[in-house]
């Protein structure tokens, strides 16, 4: 037994000593490589023979690969298969759970956002919840796939959660389970005609379905949209052709986003096709703490190019790229790697920095011995951003009055309000031009 284990430790080895090999290119690289290999192997070996019980050699070897993985930044995973055909599954669209997005923080399980109408929305989850114990399991110091797993389950079983928030003591949430049929866009007409339209998720529905509801909401309002007010608070991303395919649809032509690897000769281009659906109307869009990544693409390009107002407060922070790279055919999992970082129109990197909004407004005043919010910045092993640029909290944050009702969304009434004021002027630029010509 104990030969069978070196010899997978060897064989795990030797793929590693050759990537090392051809990274370093010499004699030194390639000793100083197999002296560590030879220490892990010790180490596997002596676990086997003299640890308290008897291990899991299988369970062993996937710790130690996500220990190297997760060394590197906090979105560097490996998938054994069970997670690999949840996270196809998810990206489909469609699972079965509760419907959170959720990373590591200070070994805490934590909610970056609840997706919309999911059960975990409706039950009042919150981003920055942690969640410390799963059906009175503790998941504190527990890895995401152990806590996906415990979350995840049969339609219509319930599972309770309990979560730690900042100014109040730990509770129980009892929630039940169901088919996470996620809907990515959400709208419809607000107050005095206001077109609305939310993207909670990227996933490989999101562009038609964005697509379908500017064409209901032109029906809606008889003829082409005035502005709108595209809401991606709590989107936690997804995937970048969608991020960039939406962008598209209100840009004409020009760049989108790029993304540059290790080499640069790797350096990638998106760019926008000519033609914008709403015709220079203008656009406001919300965003906050729990919008990344695919998210950040949308709103960073649309602001660079000059197309829309950012509104509410900083996002995540989650200017990296990851590649899902199968495993002998997705038999053994995936391997999901950083591999690149991602740059708006404008050059800019919004790694561990996040996009500060043009008119900063909190969606409610800070709780009582509530610390500062979460983002990518304060994951561990956080990879920094390159120009050595810090996230910076906004001083001039709005809150609503003292005696704004806690049901109604404070940061939607300034969007609509902002939104009409932009429409007004745009109206009456069109009216002066009409009047010179």
Same mark, same amino acid.
């Given at each position: 037994?104990?030969?069978?284990? @070196? +010899? ?6 030797? =793929?590693?000593?050759?990537? +090392? ?6 004699? $030194? ?14 180490? *596997?070996? $002596? @676990? ?5 019980? #008897? ?8 710790? +130690? ?34 419907? @959170? ?9 934590? /909610? ?7 059960p975990a929305d409706r039950a009042g989850i919150e981003p920055e919840d942690r969640i410390i114990a799963v059906d009175g399991e503790s998941m504190i110091g527990a890895?995401? #796939? ?16 309990? @979560?730690?928030?900042?100014?109040? &003591? ?44 500017? !064409?209901?909401? $032109? ?26 395919? /939406?962008? #598209? *649809?209100?840009?004409?032509?020009? &760049? ?6 290790? #080499?640069? $000769? ?25 919008? +990344? ?8 390009? *649309? ?38 970082? %991602? %740059? ?27 610390? !500062? ?9 956080? *990879?920094? !951003?390159?120009? =050595? ?37 745009? &109206?009456a630029n069109a009216s002066t031009r009409n009047r010179r010509q």
């Amino acid at each position: 037994m104990r030969l069978h284990i @070196i +010899a997978s430790a060897i064989a795990f080895g030797i =793929g590693a000593a050759a990537l +090392a090999v051809s990274a370093q290119g010499d004699e $030194r690289g390639r000793d100083a490589t197999f002296r560590q290999l030879e220490l892990f192997g010790d180490i *596997l070996s $002596r @676990i086997e023979s003299d640890y308290v019980s #008897d291990p899991d050699q299988a369970e062993l070897i996937e710790a +130690a690969i996500n220990g190297m993985l997760g060394s590197l930044d906090p979105h560097s995973a490996y998938l054994n298969p069970t997670a690999f055909r949840d996270m196809q599954v998810s990206t489909r669209g469609e699972y079965g759970g509760l419907g @959170i997005e959720v990373t590591i923080r200070d070994d805490f399980v934590t /909610v970056v956002s609840p997706i919309a109408e999911t059960p975990a929305d409706r039950a009042g989850i919150e981003p920055e919840d942690r969640i410390i114990a799963v059906d009175g399991e503790s998941m504190i110091g527990a890895g995401i #796939d152990v806590a996906v797993e415990r979350m995840r389950g049969p339609a219509g079983e319930p599972v309770t959660i309990t @979560i730690s928030r900042d100014g109040v &003591e730990p509770f129980d949430v009892t929630i039940v389970r169901a088919i996470i049929e996620v809907r990515s866009v959400i709208y419809r007409m607000e107050a005095n005609n206001t077109p609305y339209l939310r993207i909670t998720t990227f996933n490989e529905h999101t562009t038609e379905a964005t697509v379908r509801a500017l !064409n209901d909401l $032109r029906e809606a309002n008889g003829g082409p949209l005035p502005g709108l007010i595209l809401d991606l608070r709590s989107n936690p991303g997804g995937l970048l052709d969608q991020s960039v395919s /939406v962008s #598209d *649809l209100f840009l004409s032509g020009g &760049e989108v986003v790029s993304t540059r690897g290790r #080499d640069p $000769r790797n350096t990638y281009r998106f760019n926008a096709r000519p033609g914008d659906v709403l015709n220079g109307a203008p656009i406001v869009v919300l965003m906050n703490a729990g919008s +990344a990544s695919a998210s950040e693409i949308v709103a960073g390009a *649309l602001r660079d190019r000059e197309r829309a107002v950012l509104m509410g407060t900083n996002s995540f922070g989650k200017g990296s790229m990851q590649t899902v790279i199968p495993l002998r055919g997705g038999r053994d999992g995936a391997l999901r790697l950083t591999t690149a970082r %991602y %740059y708006t129109p404008s050059g800019t990197s919004i790694q561990a920095t996040g996009l500060e909004p043009d008119i900063a407004i909190g969606f409610r005043r800070p709780r009582e011995g509530e610390t !500062n919010r979460f983002s990518e910045a304060s994951l561990r092993n956080a *990879l920094t !951003n390159e120009t =050595g640029a810090q996230r910076r909290e906004r001083e001039d944050m709005e809150y609503p009055p003292e005696d704004w009702p806690e049901d109604q969304d404070y940061q939607l009434h300034r969007a609509m309000e902002q939104l009409a004021s932009m429409m007004e002027r745009r &109206e009456a630029n069109a009216s002066t031009r009409n009047r010179r010509q």
